[in-house]
């Protein structure tokens, strides 16, 4: 596998850049728009073809460059019918899978963060993309854009927790400069997930957050919903 | 091997964690004191013993944690002669070693940047801590601290970039949110050192940069010249 990682510094966003070795095949993972040069210049000289853009979800915090990814390199968007987004090329539900050369990526529905939150898993390789479901020693927020702590806290004691132990697990965000994480140490070491803590725990802990609305949410949630389309 | 890449956001720093799997002996390269409480949570969360805090360099923009690594865990300082520092615990030269569990960490002379710049190559996991010597798409700048340009063009040259193409080459820093790159890449794209570029276009380009100081030299450098040392 071609594998890279890639920080929006602004946003402290994950971006990853996943191809397969031998057919050169390669898909881009929550790619964010002022980013995009940077992105399509290292695939093209790690000689990938981007075959698709794949979101984990409706992002609050940036823009998608997914639909730009698209018209300059033909990559097929990819979308999920609960995000409610149009202009999507695939569309996979729960349990679907995208085929990226010999990579299979499996979207594992994971909603509570926003209500079509996906995990991307690449089992053959003991990863998995979890956007804001995990992140490290953290989750995303539960408090707009149909964001429920029950909900997060069932997909990710249901549908990642579960993934092996040593599954390493890559985040939408990290604010504090720390790259992935593993089943283990967030099953051991979550604050909010983790070392036993039960729902009712989980959800006391969400409801006392106070925090400001993302600075960006009125232009990010709307363009994100188009998949970051430019009105031509 | 246990692996972990960590960024200081505010100097844009990456600091790694090595660890051998089994054994649980670790090393932290390039550490930045006010990151030093993540990273020895990390390391305990982890279940690793820290041995050795290692230096690619005397850096000029950040202070190293290994003084406080070393009080706090027990780990050995390990320095290089040309430095000029004090307090190391193990003194490596050119070609030397240092073994984390099974892992070895060998030492390579790579001046220009500095005069006593080292790149720790760890060959049976094909990888190489490259600090400032090679960026991604980049390279330290020569002009202070014994910088060198011709030096460094060597140093790249002979000692990096004879390294397999498929090496990857993890850095001192990124200022874009790369995360890695290979020898195969910046001997193509490298746009100051690579794409066949000669030591005459390379000290040509790096006089032609006109680079404020970093802002915390006065600090750092002599901080860094004791491993970050605390006065008692």
Redesign the interface.
């Known amino acids: 596998m071609v594998f ?6 602004e946003t ?1 966003t994950w971006t990853y850049l996943v191809g397969d070795e031998r057919t050169r095949d390669a898909a881009l993972i929550d790619g964010v728009r002022e ?1 995009v040069e ?1 992105d399509l210049e ?1 695939a093209a ?2 000689d990938l073809k981007l075959r698709f853009a794949i979101e984990t979800h409706i992002h609050a915090d940036h823009v998608t460059s997914a639909w730009i990814v698209k018209e300059r390199t033909g990559a097929r968007i990819v979308g999920t019918r609960a995000s409610g987004a149009t202009g999507a090329d695939v569309v996979v539900e729960d349990g679907g899978t995208v085929q990226v050369g010999s990579l299979v990526l499996e979207a594992r529905s994971t909603p509570g963060h926003t209500d079509s939150c996906t995990t991307w898993v690449l089992a053959s390789e003991g990863l998995a993309f979890t956007g804001d479901a995990v992140l490290v020693r953290g989750c995303g927020r539960t408090d707009f854009q149909q964001g429920d702590a029950r909900r997060l806290y069932r997909s990710v004691h249901e549908r990642i927790f579960t993934l092996p132990d040593d599954t390493l697990l890559y985040p939408g965000h990290d ?6 994480t593993t089943v283990r ?1 967030e099953r ?2 979550n604050p909010r997930l983790g070392g036993g803590r039960s729902e009712q725990d989980f959800v006391a802990i969400m409801s006392a957050l106070k925090l400001d609305p993302p600075k960006r949410i009125d232009v990010a949630v709307p363009a994100n919903l188009t998949f970051g389309r430019i009105a031509s």
Chains 1, 2 share one sequence.
């Open positions: 890279r990682q890639l920080l929006d510094p402290s980013q940077r290292l000289q790690l604010y504090r400069g720390r790259t992935v140490e051991a070491f």
